[in-house]
């Protein structure tokens, strides 16, 4: 399904696109899950939740009661479908309607740099949080960071691209700040994500596909870089790599 609103075209196919992205840093993710000892978790709420990916696996790893909420309700409306037993609503995180602390633990996904105010967000996830709640931002990239070889402006497309549909490609570097400034005790990780060759066949073409689809290239480019990348990615010659942060925080 393609979906198109609050002015973010999330492309064709979003649910696919939301199970590529999550599944680069499944590893990682599991690593940080044991870190905060998430099976204790009993009342657990995610923000952003899409289309419930992230829900989904919530919900193998711990169980806790799950409350799921995103301002979209076509995203909703397909997370229900595809995750049951979870309470989903259409809520912005900027104004929740939980009492103040409700929850022992709060995740989000690649979340905050679609954001549009992350110290609104903030403050109001740590008021709907018990005291030493875990409150966790999993993987928020930082494209200012990014490194390809050869260059191709893949990196610079992808700024240009989220800049363009609202996001903070950014954000990666600001989440310590924006944590701390909401007065939570936070560790920050990253993981280094280069993609092997497997990766690059898999994922060129669909990260490529989004710089057209934003109209920042022609068909005609889109098809001459396919074939070059093609080429590269061949010979392994081709290498990406882009660091994704984690904040880990606890409530005061
Ligand atoms: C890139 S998607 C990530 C979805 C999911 N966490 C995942 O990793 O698959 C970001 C999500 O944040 C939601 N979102 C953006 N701003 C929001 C806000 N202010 N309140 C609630 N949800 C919001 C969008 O509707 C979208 O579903």
């Not at 609050?6 to 870190?35: C, H, M």
């Not at 602390?101 to 949080?129: G, M, Q």
Request: proline fraction near 2%; hydrophobic fraction near 40%.
């Amino acid at each position: 399904m393609r979906i198109k609103s609050k002015d973010i075209d999330w492309g064709a196919d979003v649910e696919q696109q939301f199970i590529r992205q999550a599944s680069w840093t499944r590893a990682y993710r599991n690593q940080i899950y044991r870190q905060i000892g998430m099976i204790k978790a009993r009342n657990l709420l995610e923000v952003g939740c899409g289309t419930g990916v992230i829900t989904k696996e919530l919900q193998e790893k711990t169980s806790a009661k799950i409350t799921a909420i995103d301002f979209d309700k076509s995203m909703i409306d397909i997370a229900k479908d595809y995750v049951s037993d979870v309470r989903f609503l259409t809520e912005n995180v900027e104004e929740l309607s939980f009492k103040d602390k409700s929850f022992d633990f709060v995740v989000c996904h690649y979340f905050l740099l679609w954001i549009s105010n992350p110290e609104k967000a903030l403050s109001e996830i740590a008021r709907v949080c018990k005291r030493d709640a875990t409150i966790v931002a999993l993987s928020e990239p930082d494209y200012g960071a990014w490194i390809e070889y050869p260059e191709m402006g893949l990196g610079k497309y992808h700024i240009e691209y989220l800049q363009k549909e609202g996001a903070d490609p950014f954000i990666g570097r600001k989440i310590l700040s924006l944590f701390e400034s909401a007065g939570l005790e936070t560790e920050l990780s990253v993981v280094a994500q280069t993609w092997n060759q497997n990766l690059l066949k898999e994922n060129i073409g669909e990260e490529w596909k989004r710089v057209l689809e934003a109209e920042l290239i022609t068909k005609k480019e889109f098809d001459e870089i396919i074939k070059k990348e093609n080429k590269l990615i061949k010979k392994n010659q081709r290498m990406i790599f882009i660091p994704v942060f984690t904040a880990i925080g606890r409530k005061k």
